[in-house]
């Protein structure tokens, strides 16, 4: 049996369209994973598949004096990413990006074992630039990233297959909402979102008469007190009942959710994260939003969170072109690629 070995971490949206991948091989490969002990380790974990942990630095964006041990503790990384493909030995390494693949992009290629590189958003990380040469190729979510490498090619963005599969009824019985009214499915991320949480209970006044809220808040920001329409979760595992359930979405405009969304064909109020990032939110969101397939809020003007909401739950545009977009899943484009490169000589 073939073994591939999979590899990015540093936030979820990492991690996620891996597990998406690495769920739909699971019977025909051998899967393992190699990061660092952040979130990958223990999504990872969870989902059944051997994890190999390494410490990988972090490059910092702006100056610090930390920055100057990143050499040594690089190539401390690297070392110990090229003891774990020495003995484990995979016949393919796949990257999903971020600082933690470095290393074992790497060692692969001292190896000579192939490896491939998915780049998720519109503009390709630090981590890509950096590994494009050493893959066989940039596999990428939207077609104007691939054409930036000269070995890039479009398969559009793993989705997971559960999400994909929720049924309405069963969904708004599972999270206690009623049939008669809307849902607003509220997504801040693996970790939540201060400001679009703070922005969200602060206008339950308005948005309760009109809506009910489903909130996935992140991990310790549950709001003390109960009110009626407003359910609240730290984190949901099923969410395909999550987006089922749902008639418009808030959310980040990280590029895996945001392909979930558009594939659901759901109305979306998206709220880019414009610092702490490169701008790759941004882009995304402006880049569907020309489309007519998002309404776009900016962190400064969530004070028209509920208008901005309301509006696109009833943009018939908006609708229309959702229902006119081919968004397929690009986990089995990914798949084929995968078989593609371990079948060549």
């Known amino acids: 049996m073939k073994h591939i070995l999979f590899t990015g971490g540093g936030s979820a949206g990492h991690v996620v369209p891996n597990l998406a991948v690495m769920n739909a091989l699971k019977y025909s490969f051998r899967i393992t994973y190699i990061g660092s002990g952040g979130i990958e380790k223990g999504l990872v974990s969870d ?14 964006r702006s100056f610090s004096p930390e920055n100057l041990l990143i050499p040594f503790r690089l190539r401390r990384a690297e070392r110990a990413a090229l003891a774990v493909l020495k003995r484990e030995k995979p016949d393919l390494v796949f990257s999903k990006g971020g600082y933690v693949s470095y290393p074992a ?34 596999l990428t979510s ?20 559960e999400v994909l599969t929720g049924e309405r009824g069963r969904a708004r019985r599972k999270f206690g909402l009623r049939d008669d009214r809307p849902v607003l499915l509220v997504l801040g991320g693996g970790s939540g979102s201060r400001a679009i949480n703070a922005a969200v209970r ?61 594939a659901l064909k759901k109305p979306s109020v998206l709220v880019p994260l414009a610092h702490a990032s490169r701008g790759d939110q941004v882009e995304n969101a ?7 397939l998002v309404r776009v809020l900016g962190e400064a003007d969530l004070d028209d969170l509920p208008a901005a909401v309301f509006a696109a739950l009833g ?29 060549s000589p």
């Open 47 to 60: 989902a059944g598949f051997p994890f190999f942990e390494i410490e990988c630095p972090k490059l910092r």
């Open 105 to 138: 992009v790497w060692a692969a290629h001292r190896l000579r074992i192939p490896v491939l590189t998915h780049e998720s958003d519109l503009s390709a990380g630090l981590c890509t630039k950096m590994i494009a040469k050493k893959c066989a190729y940039v």
């Open 142 to 161: 939207f077609p104007e990233t691939a054409k930036k490498f000269k070995n890039g090619r479009c398969v559009g963005s793993p989705i997971r297959r």
């Open 202 to 262: 602060e206008r339950l006044g308005v948005l309760l008469p009109r809506v009910q809220v489903l909130h996935l808040c992140g991990r310790g920001n549950l709001m003390e007190g109960e009110r009626e329409g407003y359910v609240q979760r730290e984190y949901e595992r099923d969410m395909g009942a999550a987006y089922a359930a749902a008639d418009v979405v808030l959310s980040r405009a990280g590029s895996n959710t945001v392909f979930e969304i558009l």
């Open 286 to 292: 402006l880049y569907f939003e020309r489309q007519g």
């Open 315 to 343: 943009d018939e545009a908006m609708r229309s072109a959702l229902q006119r977009s081919a968004i397929p899943s690009g986990t089995d484009e990914i798949i084929a690629v995968i078989k593609e490169v371990l079948r």
